[in-house]
């Protein structure tokens, strides 16, 4: 890599999953652009490592950090992903998934009319790979092509209010899926003393944003997927004895970590509800560690839980959480949330994911691609030029306190 700096830096957190690794890798440095870096932050153990492959790649762009001889932690193997970088951006992404590169050809476009910008969110396709493909799924692609201004409180509002969830906070901000600012990156290192705190890396940093960022901005085209492997967390999510038992080895390798600090302490929701308790365990924490107050979220929380308990995947499953559930809410704030969650099974193994045009999304089915890189390249011929983007923000000069969300 020549000495002047990156425009982008993407960071690649992996353990344990050699084939989607070493795939997205090839898929990766396959395109050409000299302006940015991959960093391969390998966790793996010994036997399943990328360390023979990634020697015999001649390619300045990549930076590959081998196993230390332990298992990380994840916030630990994170951190040290993002210390190597040297890019004005960082992003980040897990082993299984897939990142448009050329998403720094609009970074400069980005930065002449919005100069002060700390991070930037774009629709991410969600794709799973053939050895996870049990039910007809699809891929949603947002056919705008604009770049649009978030307001803090919209992004709080969405983050910690769960206004307009589905059964996770429709917040797109964070350095998972996400770009932020080098500067920013540091000066939240610099205040917390350490990038990454929670095991769930991913929305403990949407929080750090909401609280440190100012000025969002949004891109409707796609500029990464986010893929579901076989062996991923995320094919984990809807089947509710897997997602514990993978919670639970985590557990037992690393400790129960932040669920079990001061914190958490009489808060009965967190990772072992489900998805949606897992991410308000994370807020939970960060809020009182923290000291940032946000109320009247109950309620569309226990909405996001209600969708949550009805993707389970079978009805066992679906059973188990809405159990776990009850008991949850039966002890929170004298069960007074208990009338509002009413979840019905609805059997995914039935279900046929909708294909074609709903508004402004086009569902496209997942099979017309094997990777998540084929599957980016398939939406890229959907959406409109990347040169053809269109800008909705405020003056570059206005004053923080009157953002606004075009």
């Given at each position: 890599m020549p000495d002047r700096r990156p425009r982008l830096s993407l960071c690649i957190p992996t353990r344990n999953r050699r084939a989607c690794a070493q795939r997205t890798l090839v898929d990766l440095l396959g395109n050409p652009r000299r302006d940015v870096e991959v960093i391969f932050a390998d966790n793996s153990d010994d036997a399943d490592s990328l360390a023979a492959y990634a020697a015999t790649i001649d390619d300045p762009r990549l930076t590959y950090l081998p196993p230390v001889g332990f298992a990380l932690s994840m916030p630990e193997n994170w951190s040290r992903a993002v210390a190597a970088c040297r890019?004005?951006?960082?992003?980040i992404i897990g082993d299984?998934?897939?990142?448009?590169?050329?998403?720094a050809d609009c970074?400069?476009?980005?930065?002449?009319?919005?100069?002060?910008?700390?991070?930037?969110?774009?629709?991410?396709?969600?794709?799973?790979?053939?050895?996870s493909r049990h039910t007809p799924g699809n891929m949603a692609l947002q056919l705008g092509n604009r770049a649009v201004e978030t307001s803090r409180a919209q992004f709080f509002d969405r983050l910690f209010g769960w206004r307009g969830a589905s059964h996770v906070p429709s917040s797109a901000y964070s350095i998972y899926h996400g770009a932020v600012r080098r500067d920013l990156v540091e000066t939240i290192a610099a205040r917390y003393g350490q990038l990454f705190e929670h095991s769930v890396v991913d929305y403990e940093w949407s929080c750090k944003l909401a609280v440190e960022a100012n000025r969002f901005l949004y891109?409707?085209?796609?500029?990464?997927?986010?893929?579901?492997?076989?062996?991923?967390?995320?094919?984990?999510?809807?089947?509710?004895?897997?997602?514990?038992?993978?919670?639970?080895?985590?557990?037992?390798?690393h400790g129960p970590g932040e669920e079990a600090s001061q914190w958490m302490s009489g808060f009965p929701f967190g990772p072992h509800l489900g998805v949606a308790g897992c991410i308000l365990g994370v807020q939970h924490w960060f809020r009182q560690k923290y000291g940032?107050?946000?109320?009247?979220?109950?309620?569309?929380?226990?909405?996001?839980?209600?969708r949550d308990c009805e993707n389970g995947k079978s009805r066992q499953a679906f059973e188990q959480q809405v159990a776990a559930c009850r008991t949850a809410l039966a002890g929170f704030e004298d069960g007074r949330w208990l009338s509002a969650f009413q979840p019905r099974y609805r059997s995914r193994a039935q279900a046929q994911a909708f294909t074609g045009l709903r508004g402004a999304t086009l569902y496209i089915d997942e099979t017309v691609a094997d990777t998540p890189a084929e599957g980016l390249r398939f939406a890229r011929q959907i959406v409109g030029p990347l040169d053809a983007l269109t800008y909705h923000v405020e003056s570059a000069h206005?004053?923080?306190?009157t953002a606004s969300f075009a």
């Open positions: 890019g004005d951006w960082i992003a299984d998934d897939f990142f448009d590169l050329d998403m970074l400069d476009a980005i930065e002449e009319r919005v100069p002060d910008v700390d991070c930037i969110g774009w629709n991410r396709l969600s794709f799973a790979w053939p050895d891109v409707e085209r796609p500029f990464s997927v986010a893929g579901v492997s076989a062996d991923s967390n995320s094919a984990a999510a809807n089947d509710f004895a897997r997602s514990q038992a993978n919670y639970q080895a985590l557990i037992a390798e940032v107050a946000y109320d009247d979220w109950q309620e569309n929380f226990v909405k996001a839980l209600v206005r004053p923080l306190s």
